[in-house]
């Protein structure tokens, strides 16, 4: 996807100002990054040094729970970013959330994916670009600022359900007094659970008035964005990251999209595609990715591209590369890489 790709990053304006309250100037972390000192001037810069300013801060500060909990509470709401701030000034917890999903699109590297069900409300943080994973403590800042900003809207105390981290995210104990719940280190994916009830809950910070003039802006700059955008490559990318446990349908997607079923079938005619040929598409291109990761087994792999059981997973993979999934991460793995994998 086209804006997915981008490598301009967009530097919240209130970061160096956090990190000099903690301590840290900002030429230290730049030295540290090994970036030129003139960094800390540019309101945009590339995923790469993004991702080396978070690194750095880590390395400085130590411990990056440490980290993640200084920064999460010291950062000034006025210095939010619009798309922040329009979250900030919601109806409520839901209303921000769902604002925060939906213009982080304006502001990569990383996506985030909501659900609600039963008393739970699922949060998952992906990478647009998965072969640029972003550091454990820019991970940690996305979801701490997640129930920051509900605890700051609601003036309310509120705690996670259960936080997942796939890396270690230094000390636990530390994390789990901060989130108020059990934290889960070596998980398949980032992601925080939080209780649906808290959803409902009003922000006292509800700003009528500032969101009137916030999200026309918020919305047209979005609009404008996906305008640029090859529908089949939005399509696929919302698929891949719905795949999970089951298979994504058209009426969600078009949901997602802010359109009818009936236009984004149009819109995928004029591509030449249809919704069935980009979801076999986006199967496949996730199990190749999925099959060259010796940790996950075969099982593993159907359940994340929305296979129910293993057999229909093993036929729909012979029809895409003429062998089994088990033979074909041999090949591109080697048998001793992945002898623990079976």
């Known amino acids: 996807m086209k804006s997915h790709t981008s490598d301009r990053i967009n530097i919240p304006p209130g970061l160096w100002a956090g990190l000099c309250q903690l301590g840290f100037g900002a030429h230290a972390v730049a030295r540290k990054a090994r970036l030129p000192i003139t960094i800390v001037t540019e309101p945009v810069v590339t995923t790469a040094q993004y991702f080396a300013i978070w690194q750095a801060y880590s390395d400085l500060i130590g411990d990056t729970a440490q980290g993640i909990i200084k920064l999460a509470t010291v950062f000034d709401t006025a210095k939010y970013p619009p798309t922040v701030l329009a979250t900030y000034h919601a109806r409520d917890y839901r209303d921000a959330l769902n604002r925060m ?148 349908d058209i009426q969600a997607v078009a949901k997602e999209l802010g359109m009818s079923d009936r236009t984004l079938q149009r819109r995928l005619t004029d591509e030449n595609t249809s919704f069935k040929l980009l979801l076999t598409q986006a199967r496949h291109e996730q199990a190749r990715k999925y099959l060259v990761d010796p940790s996950l087994d075969i099982k593993e792999v159907a359940f994340l591209i929305g296979y129910e059981d293993q057999n229909s997973f093993y036929r729909a993979f012979r029809l895409w590369e003429g062998d089994t999934p088990s033979n074909w991460r041999t090949e591109h793995l080697g048998t001793n890489s992945i002898s623990g994998a079976r």
């Not at 820019?138 to 796939?166: D, H, K, M, N, Y």
């Not at 992601?191 to 916030?214: A, K, Q, W």
Request: hydrophobic letters at 35%.
């Open 101 to 248: 999903a939906r213009y982080k699109q304006l502001c990569p590297p990383e996506s985030l994916h909501i659900t609600e069900e039963g008393e739970h409300c699922t949060i998952d943080l992906e990478w647009l670009s998965p072969e640029q994973s972003g550091p454990p403590m820019l991970v940690g800042i996305t979801l701490a600022c997640l129930l920051e900003i509900g605890r700051r809207g609601t003036g309310q105390p509120l705690t996670a359900q259960l936080v997942e981290f796939s890396h270690s995210m230094g000390d636990v104990q530390a994390l789990e007094a901060y989130f108020g719940c059990r934290i889960r280190i070596g998980a398949k994916r980032n992601r925080l659970t939080l209780h649906r009830r808290d959803l409902d809950r009003p922000f006292v910070s509800y700003n009528e008035e500032l969101l009137e003039i916030l999200t026309p802006v918020l919305d047209r700059s979005l609009d404008e964005q996906q305008r640029n955008r090859s529908i089949t490559e939005m399509v696929k990318w919302i698929m891949k990251r719905s795949l999970t446990g089951g298979r994504p």
